[in-house]
Structure formats: structure tokens, C-alpha cells
């Protein structure tokens, strides 16, 4: 994570909350993230912040 450039994992996470909120794919978004050194607890994160949480 020291490594990594913070303002572009920022922007991969809210381009994932962005496509969330709407009908595309997430697939190639996430991909993104990963690639830019997005933790999955981040990629959950953002989009927990989206749908929120199963409950069952």
C-alpha cells in the first residue's frame, strides 16, 4: 500500500461505486482496481457502501 499512488486507488474505488449504482458490468472495473493495487477489502468496501449488507 505505501507504493501505490492513493489519488488513483481513490478513483478506481469511486469508478466502482459509480457502476454500482447503475446497470454495467463491474467486472471490468474491479479488474481495474486490482490492477491499480486496490486491496478486496477496499473493492467490498465500495460497494457495501452502495448495497449495504445481506443481512439474512
Given at each position: 500500500k505505501a507504493n501505490r499512488?492513493?489519488?488513483t486507488v481513490n478513483e478506481k474505488l469511486l469508478a466502482?461505486?459509480?457502476a454500482a449504482r447503475g446497470t454495467n458490468n463491474l467486472m471490468p472495473y474491479v479488474i481495474d482496481a486490482v490492477e491499480h493495487h486496490c486491496t478486496l477489502g477496499e473493492i467490498s468496501h465500495a460497494l457495501r457502501a452502495v448495497w449495504g449488507?445481506?443481512?439474512?
Open positions: 499512488d492513493q489519488q466502482i461505486q459509480e449488507e445481506y443481512k439474512g
